[in-house]
């Protein structure tokens, strides 16, 4: 594939034609920039319905998210809520550490619904305070095709042909395809067109999973406002690791008692125990492989989860694994691609499809935004493919390295609480002021 603004037809120059693969964050960052820069975008999303769920999850908003909002949004509406301090609980809840440290966060479902405005102006709630976008004469065209499932792709030299299936409204399914001079896989973690290029690249389990849920700000306790309001707060014992956090609330509203409290709490479970059948066995009977989505936990595992808290966790965390209503649990695991690049550099992987980061970095959704953002940058001209390759696999290879390493001390290790601040410390500082490593460059010269 051409660069620099497109591929030559007829002696006359146009931007590549794009098709996206998935269509949660990852790919409506993708979208919306693609679309912002001229170019025409159909982007496949598997889900049968227009809109994805809610996954109900807070997300640390980390400076390459909040560049691409700075970038692209056009309606106007905030997309975080500041945390001014980061404090470290003990077991009975009482603050052992606490420091000044302005943090930005946001939740999947506000951030998607501004996406998906700023894509297909898809109207919402969400936008109260903002506006729906405005159509500009330079933006590409676009087209959103949801129950599209990729079957496979073929390098058919000046472009890509992809094969998917759509379910029809009567149930039945149709085949169908369409070439892309610029494939963009953007369907996560499992990905498909991974999966393809790459079928060697397996998640694997790390031992421990994550819960999480949320809760109405107004429904927490005084001591738990007192610790969770506009703070980032933090618990560590052998095996267990909880972060809780002010997060947006109901369609992305910021207003004070009006948010929720979002907690994170990792939590070993050894790969095979009787614990982890249970609570990845959903209320239907089914063995889930990484996810059990919101509101199909089984209630005899949630009862197992709520009974750790009690015994484990500081009285205001377990608090929130009695409250909240729709909790979800998550297998931690961990993948990387060697490269990001295929097909003559017509199909490249962005964000989870890359690298699937574990959350202690607090990266994935920033991963995905700095990931298109550099490759837009790659299409326009303004750094060559070189630089491209440079800048998006060194932090990928980089902070995967880096929460595997931090995970694992965090829930394999007993350490004081001065090396978990560090850790925590270190996840925290911004792409552009890192260091990586000289192993994060082995071999790009050769993609």
Request: aromatic share 8%; proline share 5%.
């Amino acid at each position: 594939m051409a660069t620099n603004g497109g591929s030559q037809t007829n002696g006359t120059s146009r931007k590549p034609n794009v098709v996206i693969v998935g269509g949660s964050l990852g790919g409506l960052f993708a979208g919306v920039a693609l679309k912002t820069h001229g170019y025409n975008t159909t982007l496949l999303e598997r889900t049968p319905e227009n809109l994805l769920h809610n996954q109900g999850a807070g997300i640390v908003a980390g400076g390459d998210t909040l560049e691409f909002f700075k970038r692209y949004d056009r309606t106007g509406k905030p997309v975080a809520v500041p945390s001014y301090k980061r404090i470290y609980l003990d077991q009975k809840g009482d603050i052992i550490h606490e420091e000044v440290n302005r943090q930005n966060m946001t939740s999947w479902d506000l951030c998607y619904y501004l996406l998906r405005a700023n894509y297909d102006r898809v109207d919402s709630p969400y936008l109260e305070g903002g506006k729906l976008p405005e159509i500009r004469p330079t933006d590409g065209m676009i087209n959103y095709v949801y129950g599209a499932t990729v079957t496979g792709i073929e390098d058919k030299g000046d472009y890509v042909a992809v094969s998917y299936k759509r379910k029809r409204e009567d149930g039945t399914e149709e085949l169908c395809a369409v070439n892309a001079d610029l494939l963009v896989a953007a369907d996560g973690p499992s990905s498909t067109i991974r999966g393809i290029l790459e079928p060697q690249v397996k998640r694997t389990y790390a031992g421990y999973c994550v819960i999480r849920g949320t809760v109405p700000e107004l429904e927490g306790s005084e001591a738990a406002l007192e610790v969770f309001r506009e703070r980032f707060c933090f618990f560590h014992a052998p095996g267990i690791q909880n972060l809780t956090y002010t997060i947006a609330g109901e369609h992305g509203t910021t207003e004070r008692n009006r948010r929720l409290l979002n907690f994170v709490w990792y939590a070993n479970f050894p790969e095979g125990s009787p614990e982890l059948e249970k609570l990845m066995t959903d209320k239907n009977g089914r063995r889930r492989h990484i996810t059990i989505p919101p509101g199909m936990i089984a209630p005899e595992a949630w009862d197992m989860v709520k009974q750790m808290g009690k015994e484990k966790l500081p009285p205001q965390m377990a608090e929130m694994a009695e409250k909240t209503k729709n909790p979800f649990v998550q297998c931690i695991t961990d993948a990387i691609t060697p490269k990001n690049l295929f097909m003559g550099d017509k199909v490249v992987l962005v964000g989870d499809s890359l690298a699937n980061f574990r959350p202690h970095t607090v990266a994935s959704t920033s991963q995905a935004a700095f990931d298109v953002m550099c490759l837009v940058d790659w299409l326009d001209g303004k750094i060559d493919r070189k630089e491209f390759i440079k800048q998006s696999m060194q932090f990928a290879r980089a902070i995967q390295d880096m929460g595997v390493k931090i995970g694992d001390r965090s829930q394999f290790e007993k350490l004081p609480i001065d090396e978990y601040i560090k850790d925590r410390n270190f996840a925290s500082i911004k792409r552009e002021d890192r260091e990586y490593p000289a192993w994060t460059l082995d071999g790009l010269d050769e993609i």
